[in-house]
């Protein structure tokens, strides 16, 4: 069962943006009260860290990424954001979505970001 979608992935040129968006299908994941993060992992590397939104709203972002990224949450509409500006060859990779609510552990199938060099 699917329990995080994530969308808005594809190819875009050095940079360009692009925005990720997360979902929650099943019911029981409540993004307002988890600590959601955004990962990303290229070919034959990690998975990295990118960013997190806390409960309370607090954001933290990898170095890498700090000034281009921003994370955001709509709690109507139960949606975690990955806006990503200035966008370079380095940010290739699969992102993913991972949600951390009471015990359980939550992750999506990742969705593609290409940038060409």
């Known amino acids: 069962q699917v329990q995080l979608v994530e969308s808005g992935g594809g190819l875009v040129q050095p940079g360009g943006s692009l925005r990720l968006s997360c979902a929650a299908p099943v019911s029981g994941i409540i993004f307002s009260i988890a600590l959601v993060g955004w990962y990303r992992q290229a070919p034959g590397k990690q998975r990295d860290l990118v960013a997190t939104?806390?409960?309370?709203?607090?954001?933290n972002y990898a170095d890498s990424v700090k000034g281009r990224f921003t994370i955001s949450r709509d709690n109507a509409k139960n949606t975690v954001y990955l806006q990503m500006n200035s966008l370079k060859p380095e940010d290739t990779a699969v992102y993913y979505c991972?949600?951390?609510?009471?015990?359980?552990?939550?992750w999506g199938q990742g969705t593609q970001v290409t940038v060409p060099a």
């Open positions: 991972n949600a951390k609510q009471f015990l359980a552990d939550y």
């Open positions: 939104i806390s409960s309370g709203g607090s954001t």
